[in-house]
């Protein structure tokens, strides 16, 4: 059986990658998955070597064939996304793919066609197989990225026998969020106890339970305001979440991520060893699921 664990957070700069990336080198026989396919930053501390590459296609794009066009203007008449100008002129860099172009035109001149989006990539590291990809600038359907790139990992996965799956999740309750959940067995909520804290973690709890997974909690730098540290206490245990660990602020993390290694690897200390408590208790967890 291949267990799957996504770690997610309400907003960006939480720790999502800095946990995950701990987890990757403290876990056996896993594949690690980068599913933050807008801002990818997990090959900056695992340094990967590419092993294979596919080219992604995200929306499909208008293309005019100038020959057959009639300059009959309806292509202008009727894209909403100003695309084409009033002589039919096409502009394929703002064109969002919704074909009305292609069914409007009385010739046939429009069609639609695949756009390349971005890459995905299946990598070495040091710890293990890493999935992950590049997303061009500007370009969007990065749900249908996130899942291509779970996509690849599980078949990794089932190819060299691992049993686990870690994946660093996008930010936010969004499609790329919905699309690193669903189908997991476990999601582990990175929280700051900062004035959104709270409120972040009620969303992404929310999307969680409307997928019938099981979560479990982290409280990240837990120590800037305990006051906001005790309501997310109480916020989780009315909910029935279980909290797995209480992290400490501790620039450890800021020095180890520019060392370009990652936290357990950089030091042995306090930090280290809070993060291996709480893997050792996820790790727990996901023992206990069954399939």
Known sequence: MIRELTIISGKGGCGKTTIASSFASLARNHVIV??????ADMHILLQPEIRRKEVFHGLNIARKNDDLCINCGKCYENCRYGAFDPDNTLHPEKCEGCAVC????????IRMVERTAGEAYISDTRFGPLVHAR?????EATGKLVALVRERAREV????GKDLIIIDGPPGTGCTVIASLTGVHLVLVIIEPTLSGIHDAERVLDVA?????????????????????RKIEDFCRERGVEIVGRIPYDETATRAMMSERTVVEFSDGALSGKLREIWEKVEERLKGIGG
Do not use: Y
């Open 135 to 139: 997303l061009h600038a500007g370009e």
């Open 209 to 229: 339970d409307h997928f019938h997974i099981p979560a479990v909690a982290c409280i990240n730098k837990f120590d800037i305001n305990l006051e906001n540290t």
């Open 102 to 109: 292609e069914l409007v035109c009385p010739v046939n001149a």
């Open 157 to 160: 996965a089932e190819e060299k």
């Open 34 to 39: 980068d599913a933050d396919v807008d801002a």
